[in-house]
């Protein structure tokens, strides 16, 4: 006779010890350093290029259309399937593949610095765009072959630990391409000459060109991630419907129509904090606060409250599941912005702004720790660098394409509804969180 109250044994959760190991491991602290060579770039062609062109003078309108060489992230999807499985001639063969594009990505990056620091906007606008696109393409093609380098590095159950890495290195590298740059600056400015000095952001700019060298030594020291290595194509259709076809048909036949819900929450999570961060920097200059001010607090201080915002969201998606994280990641980020709208009504309020700038970086942290995990957890392991340039571009694509328009919205209509707008943005990714979260798990993609 069977035993009716059998039933399946129940899988306890890790213990705390065994949660907090894994950031000792030598992967996750490779994903630190890795970490730091993504995060540089982004804010010298996002934010910190938006304080330099508002200082020299350029109008709030074009710094907003500006933002959209940000779009180079958003559509590496295109590409991603090259980095995915072509080899690099000579590099490849030394390195491996992952590393090989990885070091191509970062030379880019390091040219296009070079390039923005020998240029002037106030001279040459023009100049200074095709350098920054220059580098938003490196970085966005770094970030292909870092995203597929941390997938394979690790199993499922390490990824929020990873994510958890990657997003402290990024941010570090965020405080110096944003406090450090400007504290650079303002130290190689001539005391008494012209508020806007040239010379000061050449300088800045050659030395975050120079902080490059983390990754690059990174990679070197790195070793190859172990892949499934896959049967040879028989000929070059087969080889094409592999590379750009298979990644994407691979996703569809595992999610079926939850496809559309899982990719509708990709495109709009971020959204809040996307299209408000292209004008926070444009605000802060127009509120006056110096670049002292604001390297300590919104690049220093700031960026440490994301780095206690990502480490305590890697801990909580570990601990309690991805999917509620990431709801509080959705509800903090949305509400956060509402408080720039009070911080507009304050003035020159550094206090103010400490407390605004606390809020909306941990709550950052928190959301970017969760959502890298969950997507992490959509991929497979033998499309890993093509899959997660799809979530990855598409989390970017409508929020960037939105922000362009953002200074022209805050000409119109000033910074504060601009900043309740924002929020309001947020609204419709607690409901897709939601349905989310009760979708029936689909086969993992690595087993």
Known sequence: MSDKTTTAPRTEPPSWGDTLRVYLEPATWRMLFLGFSAGLPLLLV???LSFWLREAGIDRTTI?????????????????PLVDRLPIPILSRLLGRRRAWLLLAQ???VAGLVGMALSDPKQSLETVVWCALLVAFGSATQDIALDAFRIESADTRRQAALAAAYQTGYRLAMIWAGAGVLWVAARAEVAGAATYQH?????A?????????VGVL??????????KLLPPSRNAAAWLREVLVEPFADFIRRYRWQA????GLIAVYRISDIVMGIMANPFYVDMGYTKDEVAAVTKVYGVIMTLAGAFLGGV?????????????????SAGSNLLFAWLGSRGHDVQALVFVISADNLSSGIASAAFIAYLSSLTNVNYSATQYALFSSMMLLLPKFLAGYSGKYVDAFGYGNFFTATACLGAPVLLLVWLAARMPAAQNADD
């Open 46 to 48: 996002l934010g910190t």
């Open 64 to 80: 907003g259309y500006l933002s959209w060489v940000g779009l180079a992230y958003a559509f590496k999807w295109a590409w991603a």
């Open 107 to 109: 030379a880019l990056v």
């Open 199 to 203: 010379a000061a952001w050449q300088s």
């Open 205 to 213: 700019y050659f030395v975050m060109a120079a902080s490059m060298a």
């Open 218 to 227: 990174t990679v070197l020291l790195s070793p190859e991630p172990l892949r």
């Open 260 to 263: 559309a819900l899982i990719l």
């Open 316 to 332: 909580l998606a570990i601990r309690f599941g991805v999917m509620r994280v990431l709801m509080l990641g959705a509800v903090l």
